[in-house]
T-cell receptor, first 114, second 111 residues
């Protein structure tokens, strides 16, 4: 079945460091890809998305590019802030079916220190 | 506009007891979803309502779980009887079209 694999955490960085969180997927068709973020005590929020190959999603300084050839959607940010500390989830959704469920990875906790 | 709300935020029960979780979606959202995250693992889909009808319940783990959405507004998820492995965070989400908006989750602990 469809699945998402993302790197184990926690990822610990100093403020202003470069961030990469790896995400790869397995899908029978052509999914849309998402990154969600969960800040402490809050629900999941959509961070960015990409709906087709070579699309780049971006938001709040974060970017991810849909790479069909490597089935990847790695999350990057050039300079992290303490406020970016959260759990990040990579997810996919098959768009060519009537089913709208999201398939998530295990989540990666990011800890940014001053 | 109010977001998705869930009640309670935390619940601690003993094995064999019954628990009912509630989700209030964003007003006007026909689609309502339940997901679960067990102990640091991936968030897994449980089921999807369109209004009051179950569109997809392929993720429901067993018949101890019962989800309802009478009237197509709020939804409840009942676990009866609860088992230890049911512990986790239960998320609800709603959508009008494509983007799903999530609630803060209910943390369920079964002792």
């Amino acid at each position: 079945g469809d699945s998402v694999t993302q790197m184990e955490g926690p990822v610990t960085l100093s403020e202003e460091a470069f961030l990469t969180i790896n995400c790869t997927y397995t899908a029978t068709g052509y999914p849309s890809l998402f990154w969600y973020v969960q800040y402490p005590g809050e629900g999941l929020q959509l961070l960015l998305k990409a709906t087709k190959a070579d699309d780049k999603g971006s938001n709040k300084g974060f970017e991810a590019t849909y790479r069909k050839e490597t089935t990847s959607f790695h999350l990057e940010k050039g300079s992290v802030q303490v406020s970016d500390s959260a759990v990040y989830f990579c997810a996919l959704r098959m768009m060519n079916t009537g089913f709208q469920k999201l398939v998530f990875g295990t989540g990666t906790r990011l800890l940014v220190s001053p | 506009e109010a977001g998705v709300t869930q009640f309670p935020s935390h619940s601690v029960i003993e094995k064999g007891q019954t628990v009912t979780l509630r989700c209030d979606p964003i007003s006007g959202h026909d689609n309502l979803y339940w997901y679960r995250r067990v102990m640091g693992k991936e968030i897994k889909f449980l089921l999807h309502f369109v209004k009051e009808s179950k569109q997809d319940e392929s993720g429901m783990p067993n018949n101890r779980f019962l989800a309802e959405r009478t009237g197509g507004t709020y939804s409840t998820l009942k676990v009866q009887p609860a088992e230890l492995e049911d512990s986790g965070v239960y998320f609800c989400a709603s959508s009008l079209n494509n983007e799903q908006f999530f609630g803060p989750g209910t943390r369920l602990t079964v002792l």
